[in-house]
């Protein structure tokens, strides 16, 4: 498909504009020289480095593994119970309790997923796993979402490597968007969505990423961010928690390749947003879902030029001009370890 057209997401019911041939626009725009910082293994100014103080005092122990705290700075509280009132149903607010907790991937300050070994992302993933099942438990909590920001150019406000955990009484936008979908396609079809979908993907191959035996890596045939990609676990389930250990071993890997993949293609720490998405924890069953993540990397034509969601983007229709199956061989010719 080389000309204008539009592609349909059928988790979100979305649709995205493809524009192969404005690929070969000349570019005059924004251009932001990469900024590749040599990090210390260990920051005395840093409030995540173990042994070092946090805000409000509270110090941090002299942690070997992973580490987690509640967030200082919560978006959610477990004292959310109350909300500004108005008569008007325009106007319209609910009181949402929740929880915030900070996961640090490992004590040296250095650190990222791909410089990390395997039985360190496995810790990670198992630390991920209790988490969502302490924070699930709870009786204000319904849904758990684990994500982490990469890099300052999507909001990180430390480098050292982390992820947050929010949970939330209510069930966010993005996965409820996502669970109607679902469970519509269940009901009309008496299967799974993205099983669908991921055994195209696995015929078709052209916009397979990077696979094992348990997860697969795709840019979707409905991505917006340039090298967007979906991990799909081979096996229908539902969170984290459900995870063997052969799978727990499996996932290190692929998130391993994915992110060393992202890192060799610019050359730089490749920024991205990632999250997964996991059942919710009401207490309900949602044989529909199927566990998934996604990564959000702004990065378009080098480590220098980013991608905006501006003009027609944010007042219409998101749009693309390198097409999915592109960016997925650009990815895909990348090496499984990082280069430099």
Not at 27 to 40: F, H, S
Not at 73 to 102: H, I
Not at 195 to 202: F, G, I, K
Not at 287 to 309: C, E, G
Request: hydrophobic fraction near 35%; aromatic fraction near 10%.
């Amino acid at each position: 498909m080389n000309s204008p057209h539009r592609r349909l997401n059928p988790l979100t019911n979305d649709w995205v504009l493809v524009s192969p041939q404005r690929t070969q626009r000349p570019w005059l725009g924004q251009v932001e020289k990469p900024q590749v910082e040599t990090l210390p293994a260990y920051d005395p100014a840093c409030y995540l480095c173990p042994s070092n103080e946090r805000a409000g005092g509270v110090k941090n122990p002299p942690y070997e593994t992973t580490f987690v705290f509640d967030n200082d700075y919560a978006a959610l509280t477990p004292g959310g119970m109350d909300a500004p009132r108005d008569r008007s149903p325009l106007l319209r607010a609910e009181p949402t309790p929740g929880k915030c907790r900070v996961v640090c991937f490992h004590p040296r300050h250095d650190l990222t997923l791909p410089s990390m070994s395997l039985p360190e992302i496995e810790t990670v993933i198992r630390t991920w796993a209790t988490e969502s099942n302490t924070l699930g438990s709870l009786d204000y909590i319904n849904y758990v979402e684990i994500f982490e920001n990469k890099g300052a150019a999507m909001g990180a406000s430390n480098p050292h490597p982390h992820s947050q955990i929010w949970s939330s009484h209510h069930i966010p936008n993005e996965p409820a968007r996502e669970f109607f979908a679902q469970e519509k396609y269940f009901l009309e079809h008496d299967d799974c969505l993205l099983c669908d979908y991921l055994r195209v993907e696995q015929e078709r191959g052209e916009r397979v990423v990077v696979a094992n035996e348990h997860f697969t890596v795709v840019v979707p045939f409905w991505a917006v961010w340039p090298f967007e990609v979906l991990m799909l676990s081979n096996r229908h389930l539902g969170a984290l928690a459900e995870l063997s250990e052969l799978e727990v071993s499996a996932l290190a890997d692929i998130l391993k390749k994915i992110t060393s993949r992202y890192d060799n293609l610019f050359q730089v720490p490749f920024p991205y947003s990632m999250g997964f998405h996991q059942t919710p924890t009401n207490g309900n069953a949602y044989p529909s879902h199927h566990f998934h993540a996604h990564y959000y990397p702004p990065l378009l034509r080098s480590a220098a030029v980013r991608k905006f969601m501006v003009g027609y983007e944010l007042l219409a229709m998101p749009q693309r001009d390198l097409t999915p199956e592109s960016a997925a061989e650009r990815l895909r010719a990348q090496s499984d370890t990082r280069e430099w």
